[in-house]
């Protein structure tokens, strides 16, 4: 899984890339939870983090095919590699399609992709979830999003269980689309974000000195990879020493199984 960090600046940028984000997300905080920074300051993100991280960006929720397709080319062409695109001014599937389309070629003649997005706290409003899958799959869009639109209300993990956050990113991924979960999400949801297969998660809050609203500092977004990283190997050890203490227990009563050599992490 990967830890992409949303930047709203260029110093918080190269906060990212020094903390070790494996994506920066241009995105304005101040401008709603998808909120698209200016041209001129994704100039500047991209200049700051200088191809050493793939460089994504936020681009609001979509209204006309018209707009959608022109913003999408221009973010592509000053170096985004992945477009987030939300859907939730659409009243139906049909609209949702036809907005990811023109996103989809904006973004493409510029060589990007586009993830749309959902919000778990806003399931009767614009494309839930579920017709989001479809919508992208068959628009044709890298990957998708679910996230959370009130940034003061529950987190993603309070809204939605495991399970259930399970259950959706399967279905994502039996449908060949990249799979990305944000909405507030803590040091401590990011084992439960992993747990669930998701691609990537996202966050904002939890790298900034002074929440969302503040700056990212390298030192937050490293301890969010080290508790990430602990998480992974006090997983792996645990599942070794279970399959040893198995085999152990095999050999003492003469059956021996081989290990599957799967790998689940």
């Given at each position: 899984m990967?830890?992409?960090?949303?930047?709203a600046s260029p110093l918080d940028a190269l906060a990212a890339v020094d903390g070790g984000a494996?994506?920066?997300d241009a995105k304005d905080p101040a401008a709603g939870p998808l909120g698209a920074v200016t041209f001129d300051v994704f100039r500047g993100i991209a200049a700051a983090v200088a191809g050493r991280r793939q460089l994504t960006a936020a681009m609001g929720d979509a209204r006309s095919s018209t707009s959608v397709e022109t913003d999408a080319r221009m973010f592509?062409?000053?170096?985004?590699a992945l477009i987030k695109v939300g859907l939730a001014e659409t009243t139906s599937a049909a609209e949702a399609r036809t907005?990811?389309?023109a996103a989809i070629r904006g973004a493409r003649s510029g060589g990007a992709g586009v993830v749309l997005v959902a919000c778990a706290d806003r399931l009767h409003e614009g494309v839930s979830p579920t017709a989001l899958l479809d919508v992208a799959s068959s628009a044709g869009a890298a990957g998708v999003l679910l996230d959370t639109a009130d940034k003061r209300g529950p987190r993603l993990t309070e809204l939605l269980s495991?399970?259930?956050?399970?259950?959706?990113?399967?279905?994502?991924h039996r449908q060949s689309l990249t799979v990305a979960l944000a909405g507030q999400l803590?040091?401590?949801?990011?084992?439960?974000?992993?747990?669930?297969?998701?691609d990537v998660a996202g966050v904002r809050g939890a790298a900034c000195a002074g929440g969302r609203g503040g700056v990212v500092e390298a030192a937050r977004v490293r301890a969010l990879l080290d508790g990430f990283t602990h998480d992974i190997t006090r997983g792996r050890r645990v599942r070794e020493n279970l399959a040893s203490q198995r085999l152990r227990a095999d050999t003492g009563s003469g059956t021996r199984e081989p290990p599957s050599g799967r790998r689940t992490d």
């Amino acid at each position: 899984m990967q830890l992409l960090v949303s930047c709203a600046s260029p110093l918080d940028a190269l906060a990212a890339v020094d903390g070790g984000a494996d994506i920066v997300d241009a995105k304005d905080p101040a401008a709603g939870p998808l909120g698209a920074v200016t041209f001129d300051v994704f100039r500047g993100i991209a200049a700051a983090v200088a191809g050493r991280r793939q460089l994504t960006a936020a681009m609001g929720d979509a209204r006309s095919s018209t707009s959608v397709e022109t913003d999408a080319r221009m973010f592509a062409s000053l170096g985004a590699a992945l477009i987030k695109v939300g859907l939730a001014e659409t009243t139906s599937a049909a609209e949702a399609r036809t907005l990811a389309a023109a996103a989809i070629r904006g973004a493409r003649s510029g060589g990007a992709g586009v993830v749309l997005v959902a919000c778990a706290d806003r399931l009767h409003e614009g494309v839930s979830p579920t017709a989001l899958l479809d919508v992208a799959s068959s628009a044709g869009a890298a990957g998708v999003l679910l996230d959370t639109a009130d940034k003061r209300g529950p987190r993603l993990t309070e809204l939605l269980s495991p399970a259930s956050l399970a259950a959706w990113v399967e279905r994502a991924h039996r449908q060949s689309l990249t799979v990305a979960l944000a909405g507030q999400l803590r040091a401590d949801d990011l084992p439960i974000v992993r747990q669930c297969g998701a691609d990537v998660a996202g966050v904002r809050g939890a790298a900034c000195a002074g929440g969302r609203g503040g700056v990212v500092e390298a030192a937050r977004v490293r301890a969010l990879l080290d508790g990430f990283t602990h998480d992974i190997t006090r997983g792996r050890r645990v599942r070794e020493n279970l399959a040893s203490q198995r085999l152990r227990a095999d050999t003492g009563s003469g059956t021996r199984e081989p290990p599957s050599g799967r790998r689940t992490d």
